[in-house]
């Protein structure tokens, strides 16, 4: 399932929900069909993020080689395109807002 993250401010981010999940939880958001960051929510959010990547948790499994292994993919690499987008739409004016949709809970 996609998770698709809007911004007042910025583009669209997409992402599988099993790559938003452990952002969301990461951060003290539920895993809900729909959702919202208020301006006041993205600096704190951002700094959990931030925290959760240097600690290196998250980490989730990628495609799977040749040989069976599978690489894991590290929260970092998932978090920074989020992290950037509540950074910069928490410089909007004072309606600047997130939100996410799937077309279910996740």
Do not use: H, Y
């Amino acid at each position: 399932m996609l998770v698709k993250f809007l911004s007042s401010e910025t583009g669209e981010l997409i992402m599988f929900a099993e790559a938003a999940g452990p952002l969301l939880r990461a951060i003290g958001k539920e895993c809900t069909a729909r959702g919202t960051f208020t301006r006041e929510q993205m600096m704190p959010a951002a700094a959990l993020l931030r925290q959760a990547v240097a600690r290196g948790e998250g980490s989730l499994p990628e495609e799977e080689k040749e040989d069976g292994s599978e690489k894991p993919v590290a929260m970092g690499a998932r978090a920074w395109p989020l992290i950037d987008m509540l950074e910069r739409t928490s410089q909007g004016g004072a309606k600047a807002n997130i939100i996410w949709e799937a077309t279910a809970p996740f």
